[in-house]
């Protein structure tokens, strides 16, 4: 990922950016020196920004927990749907949430590729 510009750090800070973004720009001042310095400096230099960075990498944690968690259902569901057959696929792919996910999407159009 390229460096991300001081404006992006400072919409991540506080919590103003989507998800995903934030997972992008979190893993890489985690990563990188520079931006390191750089998120440090944007939170001294913001008074208000109360969320601090015990805070910041709690909510980056628990965001790439969620996408762990996400992606070992995904799994699970792809393992027993193999041996299903193709009505009992249709049927789970309709009522499961997980089967929802691009996770679980990836998975099948890997398991269709092959």
Not at 6 to 32: F, M, N, Q, T
Not at 96 to 101: D, I
């Amino acid at each position: 990922m390229r460096h991300p510009a001081k404006d992006e750090i400072e919409r991540v800070l506080s919590r103003a950016a989507s998800p995903p973004e934030a997972s992008d720009v979190l893993g890489h001042i985690l990563s990188c020196a520079v931006c390191l310095g750089t998120a440090e400096r944007v939170l001294k230099d913001n008074v208000q920004a109360s969320t601090g960075a015990g805070d910041l990498l709690r909510q980056y944690l628990e965001f790439e927990q969620g996408n762990v968690v996400e992606s070992f259902l995904a799994d699970a569901y792809w393992m027993e749907m193999r041996s299903l057959s193709v009505k009992v696929q249709k049927d789970r792919i309709a009522t499961a949430s997980v089967c929802k996910t691009a996770v679980f999407a990836r998975l099948l159009l890997e398991g269709l590729a092959h």
